[in-house]
């Protein structure tokens, strides 16, 4: 299975807060599952990074497949803006996220589903 993890997901993890999730977390670390992520949950981690948290997230990081976001995911991501702003206030940020994990065909791991309006996305 592929992996797509949101970001509000990889800060739980970075924190540590959520009990569940980071039992969650490490059964996947010793799974097969290929585990992805995308250049906005970088953006969106490392603009909330705290003092004394850059160690921790460098690792985190080091630990996932960040995806690019390329012409492909950006022309999908502008059809789910186009199709979900108005009804669902989608942002730029969860278009992009859901156009990666549609076109690595992976599953989507958050805890924000009503971000995520389109019919064809798996969750995890």
């Given at each position: 299975?592929?992996?797509?993890?949101?970001?509000?997901?990889l800060?739980?993890?970075?924190?540590?807060?959520?009990?569940?999730?980071?039992a969650?977390?490490?059964?996947?670390?010793?799974?097969?599952?290929?585990?992805?992520?995308?250049?906005?949950?970088?953006?969106?981690?490392?603009?909330?990074?705290?003092?004394?948290?850059h160690?921790?997230?460098?690792?985190?990081?080091?630990?996932?497949?960040?995806?690019?976001?390329?012409?492909?995911?950006?022309?999908?991501?502008?059809?789910?803006?186009?199709?979900?702003?108005?009804?669902?206030?989608?942002?730029?940020?969860?278009?992009?996220?859901?156009?990666?994990?549609?076109?690595?065909?992976?599953?989507?791991?958050?805890?924000?589903?009503k971000?995520?309006?389109m019919?064809?996305?798996?969750?995890?």
């Open positions: 299975m592929t992996i797509l993890v949101d970001s509000d997901i800060i739980e993890v970075s924190r540590g807060r959520d009990r569940a999730i980071v969650r977390w490490l059964d996947l670390g010793l799974s097969e599952d290929l585990v992805l992520c995308t250049p906005v949950s970088v953006a969106e981690l490392w603009a909330g990074v705290r003092p004394g948290e160690e921790a997230l460098t690792e985190l990081f080091r630990a996932l497949i960040c995806v690019p976001v390329d012409a492909e995911v950006g022309r999908r991501a502008g059809e789910y803006m186009k199709q979900y702003r108005k009804s669902h206030g989608l942002e730029l940020g969860d278009a992009l996220i859901a156009a990666a994990t549609v076109g690595h065909r992976a599953t989507l791991w958050t805890r924000n589903r971000h995520y309006p019919k064809e996305m798996a969750f995890y």
